[in-house]
Structures are given as C-alpha cells and as structure tokens.
C-alpha cells in the first residue's frame, strides 16, 4: 500500500458510487456494473497514459490524478454552473464552459509538466483517502439496503388499526374493483389554466360528465413523489407514522422509510385481507416500483426483452457528469453529422441520440403499453386493486398532442402542456372501457401525487383530485379533501369502517427549514 498507487484504481470506481450513494431509490446495483466498467477502464486508460509518457514517475501519479480529476468533474461543474449567469451569458453551457475549462486545464497541465518533479509523494496518503472515501459510500448503500430489508421485515406500526374482518365477504363477488390512478405533476385546473395557458383544458369536465365528483380546493398533503404517496398509501401524516420532519425533508433522495411505509402500505395490508389481489405497472424507481404484486406489467419483461432502462438511466447521469459530457451532447445535438461511427460508439456514449433506441422511446413504449394494459384489467377474474402511475406528464416528456413520439426529448417544462393533451385523451378512453368492461361498478382515484412550481408558493402542492364512488353518500367528498383521507372515506362508505377524517394539512416544504411548514387547507 505504500509503494503501489492504489489511489488511480479507486478513482475510476468512486465515481460511481458517489452517484449511487446519492441517488439511493432511485437505482439498483446491477444497473450501475456497465457504468461501472467504463468508469474504471476510462480511468486505467488515462493513468496509463501519463505513467507511460510522464516521467519521472511521481511526476506521472500527479499528472495522472490531475487529470482523472478533470475528467470526472467536468459534468459536475457544469451541473453546478448551470442557470449562473454573467452579462446574461449562461456559464452552464458546454459552448461557454469548455473553452474555460479546456484552458485552465491546459495551464495546469504545462506547470505540472514543466515544474521539477516533487522527490516525494503522499503516496500512502492519497491510498488512504480514496479507500476512505469508497468505504464511506459502499457504507451508504449496504446500509440503505439493509434498512430496507429490516424495516420491510418488521412492516411499520402505524396509529391506523383496521379491523380486518370480513365485512364484505372475500367471496362475495359484488366487491368493487379499487383503480388508484396516479398521475406524475398533474397540476389542478386552476394551475392548469393560470400558469400553463392551457385554457381549453377540458379534463375536469370530462371526468365530471362520466359521473366523477372533483374537490373544488384539491392539494396534495406533501411536495415530493415518495412522501405524497406514502402518506396517501398509509392514510397517515408522516410524522404520525414515526418518521421525524429531518427524515424525510432532505436533500436525500428517497430515505429507506419511504420505501418501506410504500411496499409495506397500510391500504394494501387491508386490501389484501379482504381477498383483493394487487395489479401494479412498472415503476419510474426503484423506490416506488411494485414488482411484488401479484400481476405486474413491465413491457420489456412482458415482451420477453431485457429491462435496460434502470441501467441506461443511470449510464447517462454518470457520461452527464464527467467530460464525456460534451461528447454525448455533440452526438445527440447533430446525430446526423456522426453517422459514419460505429453503432457501439451511440449505443455507450450517446444513448439519447436517435429516437428509436433512445431511453425516451423505452418510456414511450412502456406508457403506450400501460395504458392498453389498464383497459384490459376489468376482464382480469376476482376483486383487484390496482395502482397505475402514470410518468408521461414527468420528464422527459414524450408526447406529441396526438401521441407520436417527442423528438427531441423534452426535460423542461415546455413539454409539460403536449404531454397533458395526450394523456387526458387516453385516460378518458382508458376510464370509459374500465366503466364499460367491468362487470360491478368500480371505485376510481385519478390524483395528482404533487403539483408544479409556479408563482404560487403553493402551485407545488395544487393537484387534480378526482372521485368516481358509485353509491356513496352525498357530500362525502368534500371541497378542501387531500389524499391522506382517500383511503380512509373509501373503506367508511364500502368497507363499513369507522375512520376518522383527519385535518387537511399541506406540509409544505421550505428552503432552509428542516420542519415541514404546516398550512391549513382553505378555499380561500
């Protein structure tokens, strides 16, 4: 360890697990191992080089570990630099950044080169840093492993009792099938209308001719896919399931509690005692991907394929933060000009860079097959519960108005109105053959799990928030209802329970503060 450089070996790998580390729930480990092996062959690469060419060899590990340093935060600069402006020059651009960079790399470069090469070397001490270093982040991932494995082992306690006694008989085959309809970001009508300039938005109308009821002050209980759900799932504030405010209102993505309070649910639990069986599509994460159901549908599984998108997915966070940046930005800006590389060379690189074998049209296929899936579930035989979340009004966005794939792919929010469009024209269709294949009238949720930031602190947290309750009471859905009351009105009107309504709270995060703010629903 004192003689050999064991630091430009880590180099190439903690990359890597730094991304993995801070992006726990949101990937898996067998989707990081190709990035993995780039990272580690690019880095061999680049120290190899310097040692063969730099001499003496001290002088070689500092070239070497300069420039592996340059290589692997160059992405992470730009990222930083992204939006920061200088007589309205935006320094987050490759066409701004890379003459900089390249520059001040190359000045370093030449001092390195021409300065006497150091007689010593912290040699043992870069060895110890690196180890550290990737030590403390495997620590990071096996332990969010190991939460999730515990905590789902011992499920979460939660103030909910639920009596599970067969009130509806698990045999009685009038039970209503129970479709829980998410969709990503989908904004209320005020929002909708106001910020997005979509006044011919016709959704709400629509769903309220085939029978929906819609709160006239609909707002998600949390901003924040993971939390919003699983407070809904739970019919429970957060804190009133043992998770602290610090948990979960972080940086972090997705803290393992979240995704033990998801695959753990208390709805699910009680569903599940009730003879009801759990249809799932497949997830955008990890974190909320319920492969466990017991009918899933994943189009690249269900087509005998390999699930590459996890992979791709992270593949191209890692090339987004690293020098080869600019080589995947080039390629997928003018894919045209490159036709004469290798079909590898895109395919690693450039994965975004045509449209059919970009991870946007993986996602294209997989909402296009979800939504004929979801119609074809009513003549599934028995009671189900089925949780559909739709992503296509979440980046990056996909659709055209008319459903052809959007090319090139959107990230910003410019996309967000054509994905609506479509998505409430299939939903609509969807929603009419679920009410006319299903042999007893179902219960539909259709909800937003968090709104859009707009010039209203609150814009993040206004949702669409719609009710199709067949033969409930009047007046059960309410004007200021939120999500975390869902469940709890739907078993009290068909599961004969006794549930509390509980207040209608917004946590509302804010910057700076590690306590959610809490905001009292009004119509005011």
């Known amino acids: 360890m004192k003689k050999f450089p064991i630091f430009l070996l880590l180099i190439g790998i903690y990359p890597i697990l730094f991304l993995t580390a801070n992006n726990l729930g949101q990937t898996s480990f ?4 190709p990035s993995l092996i780039l990272s580690f062959c690019i880095s061999i690469l680049i120290s190899g080089v310097c040692l ?15 420039l592996n340093f340059a290589f692997f935060l160059y992405g992470h600069l730009l990222i930083i630099l992204k939006g920061k402006e200088i007589l309205s020059i935006d320094l987050g651009r490759n066409s701004i950044f890379l003459p900089i960079f390249t520059i001040l790399v190359l000045v370093i470069a030449i001092i390195i080169l021409r300065r006497p090469s150091p007689k010593t070397f912290p040699l043992l001490l870069l060895n110890i840093i690196f180890l550290c270093l990737c030590t ?3 620590i990071r ?4 492993q190991n939460q999730i494995e515990f905590s789902s082992s011992r499920g979460k306690s939660s103030s909910v009792q639920i009596s599970k006694s067969n009130l509806i008989n698990q045999k009685n085959a009038n039970s209503p099938d129970i479709y829980y309809i998410i969709i990503d970001g989908l904004v209320s009508e005020d929002v909708m209308k106001n910020e997005f300039k979509f006044s011919e938005y016709d959704l709400p109308d629509q769903l309220r001719k085939r029978g929906f009821i819609i709160p006239a002050c609909a707002f998600s209980n949390y901003d ?3 939390r919003s759900l699983a407070s809904t799932l739970n019919m429970e504030y957060l804190r009133d399931l043992g998770v602290g405010d610090s948990q979960v209102n972080t940086n972090e993505n997705d803290p393992a509690i979240l995704f033990t309070l998801l695959h753990k649910n208390k709805v699910l639990d009680f569903l599940k005692s009730q003879g009801y069986k759990f249809v799932s599509f497949r997830g955008f994460f990890p974190l909320n991907d319920f492969k466990e159901a017991d009918k899933y549908y994943n189009y690249f599984e269900n087509q005998a394929g390999y699930d590459e998108l996890e992979e791709r997915n992270f593949r191209s966070l890692f090339l987004q933060t690293t020098f080869l940046n600019v080589l995947k930005a080039t390629i997928e800006n003018h894919s045209d000009k490159f036709t004469f590389l290798p079909e590898f060379i895109f395919n690693i690189f450039a994965p975004d860079s045509r449209a059919l074998y970009s991870r946007s049209y993986q996602w294209y296929q997989q909402h296009m097959y979800q939504f004929d899936k979801l119609e074809e579930v009513p003549s599934t035989p028995g009671k189900k519960f089925i949780y559909s979340h739709f992503y296509t009004t979440h980046q990056p966005y996909v659709f055209e108005p008319d459903g052809q794939l959007l090319w090139p792919i959107n990230e910003d929010n410019s996309g967000y109105v054509s994905a609506v469009k479509y998505t409430s024209k299939r939903i609509l269709e969807v929603i009419d053959s679920i009410l006319a294949n299903s042999e007893f009238p179902p219960i539909i949720i259709i909800q937003g799990d968090h709104g859009k930031d707009g010039t209203d602190e609150l814009d993040n ?9 067949p033969k409930s009471q009047q007046g059960v859905i309410y004007p200021t209802i939120t999500p975390v009351n869902t469940f709890r009105i739907i078993f009290n009107q068909y599961f004969s329970k006794t549930l509390p309504i509980l207040p209608d709270v917004i946590n509302e995060s804010v910057e700076g503060q590690i306590e959610f703010q809490k ?3 009004s119509c005011d």
Do not use: D, E, H, W
């Open 136 to 138: 403390f982040s495997i």
């Open 52 to 66: 063969l060419l730099v001499r003496p060899l001290y002088k070689g590990y500092l070239f070497a570990l300069f």
């Open 224 to 226: 924040g896919t993971s």
């Open 461 to 469: 947290y206004r949702i669409m928030n719609a009710f199709y309750l």
């Open 519 to 521: 905001v009292q629903v």
């Open 141 to 144: 991932i096996l332990s969010y």
């Open 30 to 33: 067998s989707s990081i191992l």
